[in-house]
């Protein structure tokens, strides 16, 4: 069941809608799709104006050209590449970034840059089109997309910075920044925020200067002389990231972050860590000496797939369950650092670039 993607005839849609509310009890998440759909009923009957409509559509608009160009590639996981759009292509950072993009896609991952000039050109031509995804959006004093992205079906318009931001986030499974201005901080610091919160889900950070450079060593002193210091961060909060001047430094710290560990979940008060291969009993002793002050109660235990999870297509990994404090998550990134260093992956298994 298909519909139009537009109709101007009230009658047409009319029955449009009517053949889609037939199938929805046949259809895979007809459920949701339906929850959708009352949503947008009940908000016909808000006190809204002409350009609030305009705001959710063209939103929706944004997710669904992006669901689309995404699905076919949901199993790979993604690096997004941030710097500055300014950056020339004769500078050292942008040569950096080219050969960083290059290594992870040698490796197998795909890159995702916000398709524009500079750093996000550096990541494109690097990755080459085949492994690129360019998040674009026009900005009255920028370029538009840069010409190793550019007429591409994985080059995505995006009206809004919101919907933009939210597939950057959705997509990445490791991130890397360059050197940048307000934008790149603007990432670094929400998605720091979101890591810290245990708003997203845990993957890599990687700070690169370019060999020799400052740029994010700065930044970090700043971080401990004025927020660390304050106690507005803690010491753990500075294991979110890997800070870097070396290419090969930052593509084992992406790859490597994907070892063992798969992904994580909760499934009501339990933080379920998927991993590919399952610990040893000496292992876990360790990690529960270790790490006690994750924990709210109890253990960290070796556990059997849940009843929740029956069907999922993660069902067969091996799983540690705790009950997470949701609260020292650079602690958090530190046990999965220390399992993937502990853990001997079977060669079966080595495919960090696949989820």
Known sequence: MTLSPSSSDPQSLQVEIGELLNHLPNMKHGELIQRALMTLVRMAEVEADRLDWKLLNSSLQDMEQAFRVFYPYRH??????????RTKPDAPEYQMAADFARCVT??????????????????NEGAGLEKSFGLNIQLPFEQGSNPFIEGDPKLINFKYFFTRK??????SDALALFPGG???QDEAFECLTLMQTGKADPLPLVLVDPPGGDYWKNWEIYQKDHLLKAGWINEDDLHLYTLTDRVDEACEAIASFYRVFHSSRYVGENLILLLKCEPSEEIIDYLNQKYSRLLVKGKILRGTVLPQE????TEHLARLILHFNQRDLGLLYQLIRDLNRLV????????????
Do not use: D
């Open 182 to 184: 307000f934008g790149t």
């Open 106 to 123: 040698q490796l197998g991952f795909m890159v995702m840059t916000g398709g524009g000039p500079g750093i996000m050109q550096a990541g």
């Open 344 to 355: 001997e992956p079977t060669p079966e298994v080595i495919h960090p670039e696949q989820k």
């Open 166 to 171: 939210l597939f950057f986030l959705r997509e």
């Open 310 to 313: 029956i069907g999922s297509e």
């Open 76 to 85: 790979i996981r993604k690096i997004s590449i941030f710097g500055s759009a």
